[in-house]
């Protein structure tokens, strides 16, 4: 999120360090070789698409944050087959492994996909839409972030009808995914999930210990946002999915490792480098529509296509983008915008596309002491050295890529138009209490944009980001070809509401008041993008030209009714509405775009997705 400096060339290896690497198998079984630098050999099988099977028991289509997740506990049957498909490659490079050089902002973009939105009305121009590409999607290329939300968001789904949607009902289901490597066994989270989440001793950076200093004078302290006893507002000390080795744990990496792909490869299919062109549908002699299979092609335009079908069900879990361009493809949303791209209707679903959400972010810059930013390792080359060496040796230090070791959350309803805080009740700290979902965030981060006017490039670089977390403002997604690999078009809408203005503004008033803080406490911050004053009209200027994607899409394909009147896409079983054999399970699903990072969540929802699926076609485990 915000800067985007491309450090990965100056961080690279000489190229002949990683040994050879082999492109995809050419047949089912046969083994791809990878050389892992500087360490490791591994085996990969994967199977080309013009090898795959006439017909699986289930297809899940996209292998990112959930697809990995159901590959992997619908393939636990042994009777069962089950083929995954994704568009992008199954690197697992030692490049691919490390958090800071895989993050978005510092990669070579190789596992990005990258396209900008339409013109955005509210803020003047268009902003850049980023998703993952490859298998583990967005969880390759994030900050490795991990927060599950506030338990009164849950329940608020399940009061309006969301049934076993509860905090209390979805809580195994965080815990399922996750393995805990904290020193302190806390019962709120998992202990034997696949994927590895780890918080640090200290900071990294030590710009956070005058962030934590400065935020105990005004903030309550959040202890892990995974207990339901902990405030709901407050200063957090991040959790990251960061192995025991100090590598991403993607859910590439934590769900499809090698042994799990060479043990199950007669009955798990993975095909990467491929896409899905559209759904094939048919109708059942009750009406209700049927998935008889999906059309699967190369990402190349002139790649052969092939029809595999699906003896029990499909599985979208594309992303919030990229799953309803499918179901558009198809003929599955609403009928006017089908029939204006000539796609046959198979189903007039109105809310598809829909109610997209994102979270915003507004960043600001500093300057600090140049050894307390990720800036210093940048410009100084015995820096950079010293940390590969922490990494290579420790899986320590920068290279961990925890660039924001602290964040707050916090209600835009408690900051003064000065920026300080309301006395803050106990009231107000109940995490069970809907009034106390956070609507704003503050990501302090270790680097801000270098290229901003009056920074000093010889000190350290540091930022406070606000960010929107409950937006109000809806956008919309429709195609923008009949072409599968075209970007969809993306109406962001940010900032359209009175509503999500005032929220911003009490972001930004909050971020200059912990900078305050920490100026008076001594910590030598200088002012480089900050707005002109804490008055509406310099904050609204300050936001409309510095406004940002978090790259947190959501909502597209609500779990809701039919009747709604935000109309939902699929019901409490994530089934797709009017169809016996179709589900989605990813962030389109959300009601809403949570008040936390997603990951966490979405893989919460492709647990339970793939424990409904087992059940209802009474899978072995």
């Given at each position: 999120?915000?800067?985007?400096?491309?450090?990965?060339?100056?961080?690279?290896?000489?190229?002949?360090?990683?040994?050879?690497?082999?492109?995809?198998?050419?047949?089912?079984?046969?083994?791809?070789?990878?050389?892992?630098?500087?360490?490791?050999?591994?085996?990969?099988?994967?199977?080309?698409?013009?090898?795959?099977?006439?017909?699986?028991?289930?297809?899940?289509?996209?292998?990112?944050?959930?697809?990995?997740?159901?590959?992997?506990?619908?393939?636990?049957?042994?009777?069962?087959?089950?083929?995954?498909?994704?568009?992008?490659?199954?690197?697992?490079?030692?490049?691919?492994?490390?958090?800071?050089?895989?993050?978005?902002?510092?990669?070579?973009?190789?596992?990005?996909?990258?396209?900008?939105?339409?013109?955005?009305?509210?803020?003047?121009?268009?902003?850049?839409?980023?998703?993952?590409?490859?298998?583990?999607?967005?969880?390759?290329?994030?900050?490795?972030?991990?927060?599950?939300?506030?338990?009164?968001?849950?329940?608020?789904?399940?009061?309006?009808?969301?049934?076993?949607?509860?905090?209390?009902?979805?809580?195994?289901?965080?815990?399922?995914?996750?393995?805990?490597?904290?020193?302190?066994?806390?019962?709120?989270?998992?202990?034997?999930?696949?994927?590895?989440?780890?918080?640090?001793?200290?900071?990294?950076?030590?710009?956070?210990?005058?962030?934590?200093?400065?935020?105990?004078?005004?903030?309550?302290?959040?202890?892990?946002?995974?207990?339901?006893?902990?405030?709901?507002?407050?200063?957090?000390?991040?959790?990251?999915?960061?192995?025991?080795?100090?590598?991403?744990?993607?859910?590439?990496?934590?769900?499809?490792?090698?042994?799990?792909l060479a043990s199950r490869k007669d009955r798990?299919?993975?095909?990467?480098?491929?896409?899905?062109?559209?759904?094939?549908?048919?109708?059942?002699?009750?009406?209700?529509?049927?998935?008889?299979?999906?059309?699967?092609?190369?990402?190349?335009?002139?790649?052969?296509?092939?029809?595999?079908?699906?003896?029990?069900?499909?599985?979208?879990?594309?992303?919030?983008?990229?799953?309803?361009?499918?179901?558009?493809?198809?003929?599955?949303?609403?009928?006017?915008?089908?029939?204006?791209?000539?796609?046959?209707?198979?189903?007039?679903?109105?809310?598809?596309?829909?109610?997209?959400?994102?979270?915003?972010?507004?960043?600001?810059?500093?300057?600090?002491?140049?050894?307390?930013?990720?800036?210093?390792?940048?410009?100084?080359?015995?820096?950079?050295?010293?940390?590969?060496?922490?990494?290579?040796?420790?899986?320590?230090?920068?290279?961990?890529?925890?660039?924001?070791?602290?964040?707050?959350?916090?209600?835009?309803?408690?900051?003064?138009?000065?920026?300080?805080?309301?006395?803050?009740?106990?009231?107000?700290?109940?995490?069970?209490?809907?009034?106390?979902?956070?609507?704003?965030?503050?990501?302090?981060?270790?680097?801000?944009?270098?290229?901003?006017?009056?920074?000093?490039?010889?000190?350290?670089?540091?930022?406070?980001?606000?960010?929107?977390?409950?937006?109000?403002?809806?956008?919309?997604?429709?195609?923008?070809?009949?072409?599968?690999?075209?970007a969809p078009l993306c109406k962001l809408n940010?900032?359209?509401?009175?509503?999500?203005?005032?929220?911003?503004?009490?972001?930004?008033?909050?971020?200059?008041?912990?900078?305050?803080?920490?100026?008076?406490?001594?910590?030598?911050?200088?002012?480089?993008?900050?707005?002109?004053?804490?008055?509406?009209?310099?904050?609204?200027?300050?936001?409309?030209?510095?406004?940002?994607?978090?790259?947190?899409?959501?909502?597209?394909?609500?779990?809701?009714?039919?009747?709604?009147?935000?109309?939902?896409?699929?019901?409490?079983?994530?089934?797709?509405?009017?169809?016996?054999?179709?589900?989605?399970?990813?962030?389109?699903?959300?009601?809403?775009?949570?008040?936390?990072?997603?990951?966490?969540?979405?893989?919460?929802?492709?647990?339970?997705?793939?424990?409904?699926?087992?059940?209802?076609?009474?899978?072995?485990?």
């Amino acid at each position: 999120m915000g800067t985007q400096i491309s450090v990965s060339e100056m961080m690279r290896p000489p190229s002949d360090a990683f040994g050879p690497t082999a492109t995809h198998s050419t047949g089912v079984g046969i083994e791809t070789r990878y050389k892992m630098w500087p360490f490791t050999t591994a085996v990969r099988p994967f199977v080309a698409p013009e090898d795959l099977s006439v017909e699986y028991d289930f297809i899940v289509i996209g292998g990112g944050n959930a697809g990995c997740v159901l590959a992997r506990r619908l393939s636990e049957d042994p009777s069962k087959t089950v083929l995954l498909v994704e568009r992008g490659d199954d690197d697992d490079s030692w490049f691919a492994r490390t958090p800071l050089t895989t993050t978005y902002q510092f990669s070579d973009k190789k596992h990005s996909n990258v396209f900008s939105s339409v013109f955005e009305n509210h803020i003047g121009r268009s902003v850049t839409c980023v998703t993952g590409l490859g298998l583990g999607g967005c969880t390759r290329i994030n900050g490795c972030q991990y927060t599950c939300g506030v338990p009164a968001e849950f329940d608020a789904w399940s009061r309006d009808g969301r049934t076993g949607w509860s905090y209390a009902e979805l809580k195994p289901f965080f815990q399922r995914s996750e393995t805990w490597l904290g020193r302190d066994r806390r019962e709120y989270h998992g202990h034997c999930g696949p994927l590895s989440v780890a918080s640090y001793e200290g900071y990294y950076y030590k710009c956070f210990e005058a962030v934590e200093k400065a935020c105990r004078l005004i903030l309550p302290r959040i202890g892990d946002t995974h207990s339901s006893v902990d405030p709901s507002i407050g200063w957090y000390k991040m959790q990251f999915t960061i192995d025991s080795s100090g590598r991403r744990s993607s859910s590439y990496r934590a769900y499809l490792p090698m042994e799990i792909l060479a043990s199950r490869k007669d009955r798990l299919h993975v095909c990467t480098g491929a896409l899905a062109r559209r759904l094939c549908f048919s109708r059942n002699n009750d009406g209700s529509t049927c998935v008889d299979g999906v059309e699967i092609q190369g990402t190349n335009s002139d790649d052969v296509s092939v029809i595999v079908r699906a003896k029990c069900e499909v599985i979208l879990c594309c992303g919030a983008l990229r799953t309803p361009q499918l179901l558009l493809l198809s003929g599955v949303g609403p009928k006017k915008h089908l029939q204006e791209m000539n796609v046959d209707v198979v189903l007039d679903s109105p809310g598809v596309g829909e109610h997209l959400q994102d979270h915003l972010i507004v960043p600001t810059g500093y300057n600090c002491p140049l050894f307390d930013s990720l800036w210093a390792m940048i410009i100084r080359p015995t820096v950079l050295i010293r940390e590969l060496y922490n990494y290579l040796r420790y899986g320590s230090g920068w290279f961990l890529g925890t660039l924001v070791e602290l964040e707050i959350f916090f209600l835009s309803s408690l900051v003064e138009k000065d920026g300080r805080v309301r006395s803050i009740s106990r009231e107000r700290e109940d995490p069970f209490n809907t009034e106390n979902i956070p609507d704003i965030a503050i990501l302090p981060c270790s680097i801000s944009d270098p290229s901003a006017e009056g920074a000093d490039k010889w000190r350290g670089l540091f930022g406070f980001n606000p960010s929107l977390l409950k937006m109000t403002s809806r956008g919309s997604l429709r195609l923008r070809s009949l072409d599968p690999r075209d970007a969809p078009l993306c109406k962001l809408n940010y900032l359209s509401t009175p509503e999500d203005r005032v929220a911003m503004r009490a972001g930004l008033r909050l971020s200059a008041e912990i900078a305050r803080q920490m100026c008076d406490a001594g910590y030598p911050l200088k002012e480089i993008s900050v707005p002109k004053s804490l008055e509406d009209a310099d904050l609204d200027s300050f936001m409309q030209g510095r406004a940002d994607s978090m790259y947190h899409y959501s909502s597209t394909c609500r779990m809701a009714p039919l009747d709604d009147p935000l109309p939902g896409v699929v019901d409490n079983d994530l089934r797709v509405h009017g169809t016996t054999n179709l589900r989605i399970a990813d962030a389109s699903i959300f009601p809403a775009v949570p008040a936390a990072h997603p990951q966490a969540l979405v893989y919460a929802v492709a647990e339970k997705c793939s424990e409904m699926i087992m059940k209802s076609h009474s899978l072995k485990t």
